[in-house]
């Protein structure tokens, strides 16, 4: 193959793969400097003229004259006379040659290497600059279309024909993406492994439900209005702190939009997640009875060192702030950065009549005492009041403990 024929199909693979010229340039010198090396130990004294447009290529080789009995002979700079002469007999000491390198020169087998080398070069080039691309693309929503679908992830492909992964982990549980499905999504994080670069989306982020009030919400893109924080339990419920330092702008009203209509959109594409948007306030008291809603907070106590809030609300209004599942109160303690304790508020007579569960702590676990609380159930009677079903969605009890707990309650009471 002569030099010609290997830069030409070089030039065209390389344009093919969108790769700058002097990049190319630069890849082909470094290839031939590499072979240059092994033939000749050293490229120190040689020129590259490479023209990619039509295929030319020149190696150099430069050398001093030095006299036939000098000790620099060895040299890989210097020549002596009697070589010199061989090239061109009127050289004299003291002047360089430049003698002209072919391609055939360095062998067949030398020539197929470089042409690989090559090849394997622009191949490389190729995933660091798609890595490079996807780096810069983080946190960012981007649509690709599913050409694959595995048991624990999806496979993507964008409009380059780039391969990307949505693990099951990063998917709403309620995604059900077939071929040919466009995906929105976010760039979640990108990997090099083996040299190969790993572009990973997710629909589950905090960040993908932040780029979508972005697109929907123009105070939101503008920086008129804040997001101060999101937890999300992916395809059940979102809750979305927002401030606006522009006393003009309902931050809240201006999120949700006329009937519903701004977040409606986001709401469709999070598969119906309910979104909770709240107004940011400095006032930790504020901002928990916030966060409870749809819940009213009769009261409360904080405890900084602990880190934890004990709430107090009417008997009609636990079930609200704990929600469905223990969804609401969980998100509103990851919300506030709290850990959030619900207690019914009782009257006096209750008081009287019931029994605090801590009163129970020689015939019930610890762990499980404080289950119950944790979903605002702190006395006998108001566990005694809910079914064995209720206790079993509301807690992550087993039905054996619920029974258990259901039978030494009712024992107190006979």
């Known amino acids: 193959m002569d030099a010609k024929i290997l830069i030409e199909s070089f030039a065209e693979f390389a344009r093919s793969k969108n790769v700058d010229r002097p990049t190319m340039i630069r890849i082909l010198e470094d290839v031939f400097r590499a072979m240059i090396r092994k033939k000749y130990e050293t490229d120190e004294n040689f020129d590259v003229i490479i023209n990619a447009d039509k295929g030319d290529l020149e190696i150099v080789r430069i050398r001093e004259i030095v006299d036939d009995n000098s000790e620099d002979i060895w040299d890989h700079d210097k020549i002596s006379l009697a070589e010199a002469k061989k090239i061109e007999p009127d050289f004299e000491i003291g002047e360089e040659t430049y003698e002209k390198i072919e391609l055939e ?15 394997q070069r622009i191949k490389d080039l ?5 890595f ?44 059900r993406f077939r071929k040919g499905d466009t995906v929105r999504a976010i760039v979640h994080k990108v990997e090099m492994i083996n040299g190969n670069p790993k572009i990973i989306l997710s629909r589950t982020s905090p960040i993908f439900l ?6 929907e919400v123009p105070e939101v893109y503008d920086g008129l209005i804040t997001i101060k924080k999101i937890v999300r339990e992916p395809g059940d419920r979102a809750k979305v702190a927002v401030e606006s330092y522009d006393d003009r702008i309902d931050p809240v009203g201006a999120c949700v939009g006329m009937k519903g209509s701004r ?6 594409e999070l598969q119906n997640e309910n ?28 405890n900084e060192e602990a880190k934890r809030i004990s709430v107090y609300l009417k008997p009609d209004q636990v079930s609200l702030a704990i ?20 207690f019914r508020e009782l009257s006096d007579y209750e008081d009287e009549e019931d029994v605090d569960l801590s009163e129970f702590s020689d015939e019930i676990e610890s762990w499980v005492l404080e289950e119950l609380k944790k979903t605002g159930l702190d006395t006998a009677k108001s566990v005694l009041a809910l079914t ?21 309650l009712k024992q107190e009471f006979e």
Not at 278 to 289: C, E, G, K, Q, R
């Open 263 to 268: 977040i409606h959109a986001v709401v469709r």
């Open 323 to 342: 929600g469905k599942g223990g969804f609401n109160i969980r998100l509103a303690s990851r919300l506030v950065g709290y850990e959030i304790d619900v």
């Open 210 to 215: 932040e780029r979508l009030f972005e697109n």
């Open 388 to 408: 064995k079903e209720d206790l079993l969605r509301r807690t992550e009890l087993e039905e054996e403990t619920i029974a258990d707990i259901f039978k030494i």
């Open 126 to 130: 190729e995933k660091d600059l798609l």
């Open 132 to 175: 490079q691309q996807y780096e810069e693309l983080v946190s960012e929503i981007i649509t690709a279309e599913v050409y694959q679908i595995l048991g624990r992830e999806i496979l993507l492909m964008d409009g380059e024909g780039n391969e990307l992964i949505m693990p099951k982990s990063e998917q709403i549980p309620k995604d």
């Open 105 to 119: 020169d360095f062998g067949r087998r030398a020539v197929m290497m470089a042409r690989q080398t090559l090849i």
């Open 275 to 302: 979104i909770d948007v709240i107004n940011y306030t400095d006032n930790l008291d504020l901002y928990v009875s916030r966060a409870l809603s749809p819940a009213k907070v009769t009261s409360l106590q904080v």
